[in-house]
C-alpha cells in the first residue's frame, strides 16, 4: 500500500525559529501534526539545512520560511501582504517567539524605536493586528513573554543578572532619550539592557490580555469560533542566544556553564520542553477558547500583580497603534480610542 503524506490544513506562523525555543517550538509543532503548515518567520534567512533538517526529522513537508523584519514597519507589512497573496491553508495560530535583549547600549530600529521595545513589543503589536482578518477561528495567538517580568525576588531569572520591569508609558519606551526618567538612578549599560528586556516581557503579558478583552468585546471571539490569546513563560533557557550582546565571560557562562548546572536549578529547562509545551499550547484541543491566561510550560500561573493593571494595558495598546500608524483598514478592532471601555477599568 502506498502512503501519501497528509495534507496540510491548517497554518502556523511562528517567530523566530532559527534556533533555541523557536526551532524546539517549530519541530515539535511540525512532528505533532502532520496537518500543519509551518512558516518560519525571521529577518535572517534559515540556512537551508533548517528546514531541510525539520523536514527530514519531522517528516513534515511543509515548512517555509518568509522574511520578516521585526525592526521595520514596512518589512511587517510586507511580510503580511506576501502571506495574503500565496496560498497557504487557513491561518489557526501565530506564536510571538523573536527577542531580543541588547545590554551595550541604547541603539534603534529604522523607525527611531528603542530596538529591544521596538522588535519585541511593537513589531510583533503590528503584526498580529496586521494578521487577524486572516485568522480563522478556533485560533490561537500567543505572545511568549518570561519571568523576568516579575519583581525581582520572585524570580531565578534576577538572580542571573536580570533587573526588574519599570514600565512607564508606551511613548517613553520607543523613544527613551525623548522623554527620560527623571527619577530614575544611573545605571550600567547592562542594567538598562535587562530592564528594558523584562519591560518588554511585561509589555508581552499587557498585550496578550488586552487583545484577549478586546477580540471579545467585540464579538470577533465567541465560545462558538473563539480566538485565544495567551502569554507563555517558558522558563531560564541558557544556551541560547539571547546573551549574544553580553560580554565573553557572560557569554561564556550563560552558553557553558549554565547549561551545564541546569539540572539543579528550578524552572531551568533546555528549549525542548518549553518547545513542546508551546507546541502544545497551540495545538491541543482542550486549549481551544482558553484565553487571557498566563502559562508556565502546561501550567496555568498567576503573573505579575501589575501586569493585571488594565489601566496599563489599554494605554499601551492605544498608543502602540499610534506609534506604528495603524490604519482602520489594516485591524477588525477599532483604532484610536473608539473603542467602548466600560468592560476594561
Not at 528586556?197 to 467585540?218: N, W
Not at 470577533?220 to 553580553?246: C, W
Request: aromatic share 8%.
Amino acid at each position: 500500500m502506498t502512503s501519501h503524506p497528509a495534507v496540510p490544513s491548517r497554518t502556523v506562523i511562528l517567530t523566530g525559529g532559527n534556533s533555541g525555543l523557536g526551532y524546539a517550538c517549530a519541530r515539535a509543532l511540525a512532528r505533532s501534526d502532520a496537518h500543519v503548515s509551518l512558516i518560519l518567520a525571521s529577518r535572517r534567512k534559515p540556512a537551508a539545512q533548517v528546514v531541510d533538517t525539520l523536514k527530514r526529522a519531522t517528516g513534515n513537508p511543509s515548512i517555509e520560511y518568509l522574511p520578516l523584519d521585526l525592526a521595520s514597519l514596512a518589512s511587517i507589512r510586507a511580510f503580511v501582504r506576501d502571506f495574503a497573496e500565496r496560498e497557504f491553508p487557513p491561518l489557526h495560530a501565530v506564536i510571538c517567539n523573536a527577542a531580543i535583549q541588547i545590554v551595550s547600549g541604547t541603539t534603534y530600529t529604522q523607525d527611531g524605536f528603542e530596538t529591544t521595545f521596538g522588535v519585541n513589543c511593537l513589531g510583533h503589536f503590528l503584526l498580529v493586528n496586521l494578521l487577524l482578518r486572516n485568522l480563522v477561528a478556533p485560533a490561537q495567538i500567543v505572545f511568549v513573554s518570561s519571568g523576568t517580568h516579575y519583581p525581582a525576588h520572585n524570580t531565578l531569572d534576577h538572580l542571573m543578572g536580570a533587573t526588574s520591569p519599570r514600565y512607564r508609558d508606551a511613548r517613553a519606551l520607543a523613544w527613551p532619550d525623548k522623554y527620560p526618567d527623571a527619577g530614575a538612578r544611573p545605571e550600567s549599560p547592562r542594567s538598562v539592557g535587562t530592564r528594558r528586556y523584562s519591560t518588554s516581557k511585561l509589555c508581552d503579558v499587557f498585550y496578550a490580555y488586552e487583545l484577549s478583552r478586546r477580540l471579545q468585546a467585540e464579538g470577533h471571539s465567541t465560545p462558538e469560533h473563539p480566538i485565544a490569546v495567551n502569554a507563555f513563560d517558558p522558563g531560564l533557557m541558557p544556551g541560547t542566544k539571547l546573551a549574544r550582546d553580553y560580554s565573553l565571560p557572560a557569554r561564556f557562562a550563560w552558553r557553558v556553564l549554565l547549561p551545564a548546572l541546569r539540572f539543579l536549578l528550578p524552572h531551568t529547562y533546555s528549549p525542548e520542553t518549553p518547545g513542546k509545551a508551546l507546541a502544545r499550547l497551540v495545538l491541543d484541543p482542550a486549549m481551544e477558547g482558553v484565553t487571557g491566561k498566563y502559562f508556565a510550560r502546561m501550567d496555568a500561573i498567576a503573573s505579575s500583580e501589575e501586569s493585571y493593571d488594565r489601566q496599563k494595558a489599554a494605554e499601551l495598546w492605544e498608543t502602540s497603534a499610534e506609534v506604528v500608524q495603524l490604519q482602520p483598514t489594516e485591524t477588525i478592532l477599532p483604532v484610536g480610542n473608539t473603542l467602548n471601555t466600560t468592560n476594561f477599568f
